[in-house]
């Protein structure tokens, strides 16, 4: 499945979890894409790998779980990079900068001893400093005009403090001097400038009174602000994907709507691609371009919205689709469970619970084939004709 | 009158706590540490109970007090502490009391000691504690405030006053300290116990007893007490060795069990004045001490299995 | 509820506790009858004949009603008379303050390390979980809560004390001793701190310093050991904890370099509730000085308490007793403060 507009492309990937009660194979070969400017909704039910998926696509799966094998590669610029090759310090500049995350509980997702302003800050001392040393070498201009005496001479250090920072940042003397007590105040002026740029980037995602928000702590504001503080961290670096790992599900109804809309604006604004993680077929329909069904650490389907919702292809799709409760109708659920991923079944793991199981599912594990344009399924069902 | 449904019933209701029990034993023997320290628990539990087995009382004097430590006549009334032989495995410690008979039988002296404790102040600490998480209002404020006293000296120094004091006004010092050692230890419990209370009253269960109309005794016995022993049972299984700990400080510090007693504190600390001589009589205070440690640790790292099995978070990986 | 609030409450809340403490004390000191407690005044009392001892009884005012005497007491400890011991000879509170000093100089040493090491331990323990470096740290930390400090204490003493030699037992070699005192009765010695490490240095004499140092070395040892097992276990789950935090996976995910993420993110999480149990170290460092001053007759208030308790004088201990108490709970006070402070959930409500 190659394509020329992902941004992302996991490859074959699987994951292993190991622990006391036996290895647990959460991710059996997933494939899937996300294009350029799209949003790819990823659903499964608990326990079908999603979340664990956009885990290691940043690489922060946490032990005991290991990537076993499989590629995640990232277009950019151009050229392409296996994220999965990378040490640990490379993939660090990765992370928030191309690819960012929100989470499911905002107000968890947030250290509770630092600010909004100093959390969101971080982003940026990370991923923009470049003009945050700008911006303070232009307010320091400005202040040297100004300034006579003793305090010209103070600007004129720490202007030449600054340059240095532009030229070679990881100079020693400048990570000594970031130490030192009174000396490390020259780094005021940059938190100045990163908090203007802060106010900014929360008032454009509708957050009230950012001036006095971006001083408050995380338990002082509520569900929906905190997550809109936690979208601005993703976004402040602008990156090419945002994985949102069902950033709605434990928000209020009304305040769910709202975070949707915001990150819908803020997607078509600024052309980022997001992997939206969720179990809400409702949200698929309202949200997503294209579809990926997750099952057992399978893929199962992958097609557009409307293709996935008037012709879904899969067993599991359909009993999913069909499950969904509606007024005047009997409750439907599928029978079964999912299977214990420490011992999975051979063939399709689906088999159990599938009502159109055949003899060849119950040992050979089907193929994700593209049965018509930008649609695959990985079933049986549909092998025959090829 | 049980009849047989009544059985029935109750072996049904048996069930779930069985399973819970099974489950928890498996646990406990998965990791090296908490089968270490069961190992180490059930040593000194063989040496306390049969302890007449194994250090019997070969003097030919008789006993008043069976923990007194009984001399070897033959050695004489020497001060200088015997070398470890054939005839006294762990040495003599000062008037040739012999060490083996006094660490085997210390080790079941410090689980009488232990129980002796631990029953009282666990029956001080529920019966005050549920009282006062029950009721609450000014019984509660003024219990509390017995509490804030005690807990308000760190732990065995008000030990010591007591000892001192009661010691002053004729009580043999072994009475006072264990004394001593309930007075420090019930407020704990209570704390403990009344945290517990709180916490289940307010559960739904016990509204509907109440709306049922069951009477205070029978909701703090058949609901609230159930619920809120897991976290008793794990501080207590903690406590028991630091008890032992603390009495056998008492005794280091003279404060505690009488000359020639069978406490390793004791032990100890009638060893101290040989351990100016440098190691030249090391089996005096060497022994007693690994008696402690292998108690100690014993307790100590069943303690924290126990908490890692029962806490509810790491369970059902 | 603000911060200031909370402080004033808990201040408040000193008093009854104070109060409660003494009434306490008071009560035990009733258990022991009047001619016994009359012999806390005396130095001999073993010479008078009974009916003088009457006539003493009542002239301390211990025949009186039990509120008269509990007032007459209150009374003599606000004018800083805190008893006789009949023990040592001397008026209690400047006994008390005399040794104060030479258990400072233990506590000034011991503190700083075992703060500084048992948080150190404990969240590069919980940073490292289950490799090499976690597994020593923990055995290390069940020995130390496992060993009685007095017999790691005695074992060091015969060892190093009795039969290596290399220090004698008490606050300075004997030869050093005597001249200190010479050098103190003839006024070539302002004691300035009564801590020896600081006044040698201000006397120039570097050798006392030396000494002073050699010989608070094994009881800081003991106390250390035993102190720093229990905060390394408490940092170590406390950090582990505050890594399972999702917050820790979100700063991952912003692009923080690890350091960043444990140092700057986890650790200022973990050390909230370690704050709360260091006033229980306190405590436990209170206890264990006594058995330390005592194994190694280092001449501090523990030691002095120990012997005390040994033979029955009840002034001397109530007094240890009471001043453990008041240093206790001011440390708790200053502990929940702490914790309030740090904690922003707490401190903004």
């Known amino acids: 499945m190659e394509d020329q507009q992902s941004v992302v492309q996991i490859k074959d990937l699987y994951l292993n979890f190991y622990t006391y009660d036996g290895v647990v194979r959460a991710l059996d070969g997933i494939t899937l894409n996300v294009r350029k400017g799209e949003i790819l909704g990823l659903v499964g039910e608990t326990g079908s790998g999603k979340s664990v998926t956009s885990l290691a696509v940043l690489s922060i799966v946490i032990p005991p779980g290991r990537i076993e094998k499989g590629q995640i590669e990232i277009s950019l610029k151009g050229k392409t990079y296996d994220l999965l090759s990378l040490n640990d310090a490379t993939m660090a500049r990765v992370r928030g900068r191309y690819i960012s995350m929100i989470f499911q509980e905002p107000r968890a997702a947030l250290n509770p001893v630092y600010t909004i302003g100093d959390q969101i800050a971080e982003v940026f001392f990370h991923h923009r400093k470049a003009e945050l040393v700008e911006s303070a070498i232009a307010q320091l201009k400005k202040d040297l005009e100004k300034a006579s005496g003793l305090k010209r001479a103070i600007y004129r250090r720490e202007l030449s403090i600054y340059h240095r920072m532009q030229n070679n940042p990881k100079s020693l003397i400048l990570r000594i001097s970031s130490k030192i007590p009174l000396v490390k105040r020259f780094q005021n002026r940059m938190k100045n400038a990163a908090r203007k740029y802060i106010v900014d980037m929360l008032k454009s995602l509708n957050i009230p009174d950012p001036g006095r928000v971006i001083d408050m702590y995380p338990h002082e504001l509520s569900g929906g602000m905190a997550q809109r503080a936690v979208i601005a961290m993703a976004l402040c670096a602008n990156p090419l994907m945002l994985i949102a790992d069902e950033p709605t599900t434990n928000l209020d109804v009304t305040v769910q709507a709202q975070i949707l809309l915001l990150i819908k604006d803020l997607q078509r604004r600024l052309h980022t691609s997001i992997l939206y993680v969720t179990h809400d077929l409702g949200v698929i329909a309202e949200t997503c371009d294209r579809v990926a069904v997750l099952y057992a650490g399978n893929v199962a389907e992958i097609a557009n919205v409307m293709d996935l919702f008037k012709k879904p292809s899969h067993p599991y799709t359909q009993a999913l689709l069909e499950s969904i409760p509606r007024p005047g109708q009997k409750f439907v659920s599928i029978r079964g469970t999912v299977p214990s991923l420490v011992d999975p079944p051979k063939g399709c793991r689906f088999y159990d619970r599938c009502d159109y199981a055949m003899d060849r599912c119950v040992h050979e594990e089907p193929e994700l084939i593209e049965i018509e344009k930008d649609h695959f399924v990985s079933c049986h069902l549909h092998y025959g004709g090829k | ?317 | 509820m603000g911060l200031r609030e909370y402080i004033i409450r808990r201040l408040l809340l000193l008093i009854p506790i104070m109060f409660g403490v003494v009434i306490l004390i008071f009560a035990v000191l009733q258990f022991v009858d009047p001619i016994q407690r009359v012999t806390l005044y005396l130095r001999n009392p073993r010479q008078f004949a009974p009916e003088v001892i009457n006539r003493y009884i009542h002239i301390y005012g211990l025949d009186q009603p039990v509120w008269v005497q509990f007032y007459n007491w209150l009374v003599s400890i606000f004018e800083g008379n805190f008893g006789f011991s009949a023990y040592y000879k001397e008026m209690v509170l400047p006994g008390l303050l005399a040794r104060v000093p030479a258990t400072l100089e233990i506590v000034i040493f011991a503190a700083p390390l075992i703060i500084l090491v048992g948080i150190w331990l404990g969240v590069e323990s919980a940073v490292r979980k289950d490799k090499a470096f976690d597994q020593v740290t923990r055995i290390f930390s069940i020995l130390g809560t496992s060993l009685p400090s007095f017999f790691f204490g005695v074992i060091l003493s015969a060892i190093f004390i009795a039969q290596l030699k290399w220090v004698s037992a008490g606050r300075l070699t004997p030869t050093l001793s005597t001249e200190l005192s010479l050098l103190k009765s003839s006024h070539h010695w302002t004691t300035y701190t009564g801590l020896l490490t600081v006044d040698s240095l201000l006397h120039l004499r570097l050798d006392i310093f030396v000494d002073a140092l050699k010989h608070l070395a094994l009881p800081v040892l003991v106390l250390v050991f035993i102190q720093t097992a229990v905060l390394v276990r408490v940092t170590r789950s406390s950090m582990l904890e505050a890594l399972s935090k999702t917050y820790i996976t979100a700063a991952k995910a912003k692009g923080l370099t690890n350091n960043e993420v444990i140092y700057k993110h986890a650790r200022r999480n973990a050390l909230i509730p370690v704050v709360t149990i260091s006033g229980l170290l306190v405590g436990g460092m209170m206890t264990g000085l006594i058995i330390t001053e005592t194994v190694f007759l280092f001449p501090g208030i523990g030691q002095w308490a120990a012997t005390a308790a040994q033979n029955f004088d009840v002034s001397v201990v109530v007094v240890y007793a009471m001043f453990s108490a008041a240093v206790f709970v001011l440390a708790n006070l200053i502990v929940d403060v702490l914790y309030a402070y740090i904690d922003p959930r707490i401190r903004l409500g």
């Open chain 2, 1 to 317: 009158m049980t009849s047989a449904k009544q059985t029935g019933n109750f072996r049904k209701r048996i069930q779930p706590t069985i399973k819970e029990a099974r489950f928890m034993l498996s646990r406990l023997f998965k990791s090296p540490l908490s089968v270490a320290g069961l190992v180490l628990i059930s040593y000194n539990i063989i040496l306390a109970v049969f302890a007449p087995v194994i250090a019997p009382n070969t003097s030919g004097v008789r006993q008043y007090d069976q923990y007194m430590i009984p001399r070897d006549q033959s050695l004489g009334f020497w001060i200088q502490p015997s070398p470890p032989t054939s005839g006294h495995i762990l040495g003599t410690t000062s008037m040739q009391v012999d060490l083996f008979y006094g660490c085997v039988w210390g080790t079941r002296f410090a689980f009488q000691l232990g129980l002796e404790v631990i029953v009282s102040t666990l029956t001080i600490g529920l019966i005050l504690g549920m009282i006062s998480g029950y009721y609450g209002g000014f019984i509660d404020e003024v219990i509390m405030r017995f509490t804030d006293i005690i807990l308000a000296f760190p732990g065995l120094i008000l030990a010591m006053v007591f000892v001192a004091v009661l010691g002053k006004a004729g009580w043999s010092t072994l009475q006072a300290a264990i004394f001593s050692i309930i007075l420090i230890g019930w407020p704990g419990y209570t704390r403990l116990i009344r945290g517990e209370v709180l916490r289940v009253r307010g559960e739904d269960y016990v509204e509907a007893a109440r709306a049922a109309g069951a009477s205070d005794l029978r909701i703090m016995a058949r609901h609230i007490l159930p619920n809120s022993i897991y976290s008793v049972i794990i501080v207590a299984s903690l406590d028991f060795g630091s008890i032992v700990l603390t009495a056998a400080a008492l005794s280091f510090l003279g404060l505690g069990s009488p000359p020639g007693y069978a406490d390793w504190g004791r032990l100890i600390f009638d060893g101290v004045p040989f351990s100016g001589s440098g190691l030249t009589y090391w089996w005096t205070f060497v022994y007693p001490g690994i008696f402690i440690v292998l108690f100690t640790l014993g307790w100590n790292l069943l303690g924290d299995a126990l908490r890692d099995v029962l806490d509810p978070l790491s369970r059902r990986k």
